[in-house]
């Protein structure tokens, strides 16, 4: 399995511009998770899914983020419009099962927002 | 709410010495706690994790951890670190009716000395 896949791996865009990240998680697995992380905040989770549906989006930092799950195999979280703020890593990463199972995480995308 | 404390932010050690890397939690429950690890430009790793039986739990690369519920703590240790071992640690908690998600720790990034 080729693990976790996001895109795109690095973004720059400018302020007010919108933006798109996307995820394909494993094969098989039914949880998705979406992090994000920087350095005066760490690792913080944004939103996750199970089969597909929403479960916790308590940390989707305001309405300028959503995210969404068409299918099992595909997840995207759209800024619109950007700000310099959310310049950050953006993880995804899936599980398969409950909470007590290993997380597999993407490579992450890089986002800078000018 | 469930959270994670890793008082450390940084540490430094020399190769060949021994390693303990600190984690406390709080929480009512019997938490799953994990330990991950991410190298630079990477997405994170899993080391090992805890969920039940043996307090002490072995993990890849050498690595172990031990559950001490009386102290709230899941400290990593190492007893000749790599200067491979030169990475970001960081300490997640999850909990059954917790809502399957992970919460994790600030991370307590790792210098190797040679």
């Known amino acids: 399995d080729a693990g976790v896949i996001q895109s795109p791996r690095h973004e720059v865009t400018e302020m007010g511009q919108e933006v798109t990240l996307r995820c394909k998680p494993i094969?098989?697995?039914?949880?998705l998770f979406w992090y994000r992380q920087t350095m005066m905040r760490g690792l913080e989770l944004l939103i996750y899914?199970?089969?597909?549906?929403?479960?916790?989006d308590s940390g989707m930092p305001e309405d300028r983020f959503s995210a969404k799950m068409p299918n099992a195999s595909f997840s995207t979280l759209k800024i619109q419009p950007s700000e310099p703020r959310d310049s950050a890593v953006y993880f995804c990463a899936s599980r398969a099962g409950l909470v007590n199972e290993k997380l597999f995480f993407g490579s992450g995308t890089q986002l800078s927002v000018l | 709410a469930q959270s994670v404390t890793q008082p450390d932010i940084h540490i430094t050690v020399s190769e060949g010495a021994s390693l303990e890397l600190r984690c406390n939690y709080s929480?009512?429950?019997?938490?799953?706690l994990f330990w991950y690890v991410q190298s630079p430009g990477q997405g994170l790793q899993l080391l090992l994790k805890y969920f039940s039986g043996d307090t002490l739990v072995q993990g890849i690369k050498g690595f172990e951890a031990e559950f001490k519920r009386s102290q709230s703590s899941f400290n990593l240790r190492k007893p000749s670190v790599h200067w491979s071992d030169a990475a970001e640690y960081f300490c997640a908690v999850g909990f059954t009716g917790g809502g399957n998600k992970l919460t994790f720790g600030t991370g307590t990034q790792l210098k190797v000395e040679l």
């Open positions: 094969s098989g697995h039914n949880s």
């Open positions: 929480y009512g429950a019997t938490p799953y």
């Open positions: 899914f199970n089969n597909n549906v929403p479960i916790d």
